[in-house]
């Protein structure tokens, strides 16, 4: 089945305790990208990658780093959180090969607790 | 700067009423405005416009773009308690692959 998976879908933790949060996706798509929901904002794009050891900047980065060593994978690291990151975290891909689409397939999203 | 707008923010409707929600935009090099719908879970994919006055349509659900007044609305007719979600707009942003979502719309529809 063609999906994006997170882990972990929960987390609950302590501010300073870096923690990794992962996404992997099997449709061999060369986009990824990593957002943000918190209630009154929408979703806002952390981090994207084109491909292999391509990543951005989205709207909100600051607090966060990625990288993108393997196709399939796309981790979000948090070096030090912080109770402002407190969040539901979302991983998306696409297929952009060829210009093609700009549609987007969603993981399941984790939810993150600071405290 | 580049934005997008979605109204209303909320709404309650009764099932079998039509219902339409707003996407207003403000970017420069225009590609492409996608919806989503978004349960209790990951939003889904609905439709992408890319080109002005042509409808998109799945089932009871349509779409339209209009690029010179900058907005985009999405129909749903004949709703249903299934409907109800948060619908999301998304663009695009100028050149690259940042993309900018709404706010949102949440719907609520009653039995």
């Known amino acids: 089945e063609a999906q994006v998976t997170q882990n972990p879908r929960y987390l609950i933790t302590v501010t300073g305790k870096k923690l990794t949060v992962t996404c992997s996706q099997n449709?061999?798509?060369?986009?990824m990208s990593w957002y943000r929901q918190d209630p009154g904002l929408g979703l806002r794009q952390i981090y994207y990658?084109?491909?292999?050891?391509?990543?951005d900047k989205g709207d909100v980065p600051e607090g966060y780093k990625v990288s993108r060593k393997e196709k399939r994978n796309f981790p979000l690291i948090l070096e030090s959180p912080s109770p402002n990151q407190t969040s539901l975290y979302f991983c998306?891909?696409?297929?952009?090969?060829?210009?093609?689409?700009?549609?987007?397939?969603f993981g399941p999203g984790t939810r993150l607790t600071v405290l | 700067e580049d934005k997008v707008v979605q109204s209303p923010l909320s709404l309650v409707v009764h099932e079998g009423d039509t219902v339409t929600l707003n996407c207003s935009y403000e970017?420069?090099?225009?590609?492409?405005l996608l919806w989503y719908k978004q349960e209790k879970k990951a939003p889904t994919f609905l439709f992408m416009l890319t080109s002005s006055g042509i409808e998109k349509k799945s089932g009871r659900l349509s779409s339209i773009l209009d690029k010179k007044e900058l907005f985009s609305i999405l129909n749903i007719t004949a709703t249903q308690t299934g409907d109800s979600a948060v619908y999301l707009c998304?663009?695009?942003?100028?050149?690259?692959?940042?993309?900018?979502f709404g706010t949102g719309t949440r719907l609520k529809v009653l039995a």
């Open positions: 998304a663009v695009p942003t100028s050149g690259t692959y940042k993309y900018i």
């Open positions: 990658s084109m491909n292999v050891e391509v990543t």
């Open positions: 449709m061999n798509h060369e986009y």
């Open positions: 998306a891909s696409s297929d952009h090969s060829g210009g093609a689409t700009d549609t987007q397939y």
């Open positions: 970017v420069t090099n225009f590609r492409s």
